[in-house]
Nanobody, 127 residues
Framework: QVQMAESGGGLVQAGGPLRLSCAAS????????MAWFRQAPGNERDFVAG????????YYADSVEGRFTISRDNAKKAVYLQMNSMKPEDTAVYYC????????????????????WGQGTQVTVSS
């Protein structure tokens, strides 16, 4: 029903920036909470950042707080993740996810709460 596609992944040196984009289809994007998750080899899929449907509130994992910024453009049906001061431990496959039934002023941090997922984009940070 809803398709999502990440872009912007790739190789980046430690300390550098990288910006991920996620484009979504459908007519209800503005009602979805959105989030970015990441999964490194051998690890579970972890919450990175989330944003409420209106974009008024954002949430971050402790490991990326202050370095990453999530934003959205409902007119473009897109969500972004600006990653700065990247570290090798940021290396992972990054996934964009949408929650159809969000809280009005919060986001879920568990992947099971999300209904739609992108295919993932590889981010590799070299040292």
């Amino acid at each position: 029903q809803v398709q999502m596609a990440e872009s912007g992944g790739g190789l980046v040196q430690a300390g550098g920036p990288l910006r991920l984009s996620c484009a979504a289809s459908g007519r209800s994007f503005s009602s979805y909470a959105m989030a970015w998750f990441r999964q490194a080899p051998g690890n579970e899929r972890d919450f990175v950042a989330g944003i409420t449907s209106s974009g008024t509130r954002t949430y971050y994992a402790d490991s990326v707080e202050g370095r990453f910024t999530i934003s959205r453009d409902n007119a473009k049906k897109a969500v972004y993740l600006q990653m700065n001061s990247m570290k090798p431990e940021d290396t992972a496959v990054y996934y964009c996810a949408a929650d159809r039934r969000p809280y009005s002023n919060s986001v879920h941090s568990g992947p099971a709460e999300y209904d739609y997922w992108g295919q993932g984009t590889q981010v590799t940070v070299s040292s």
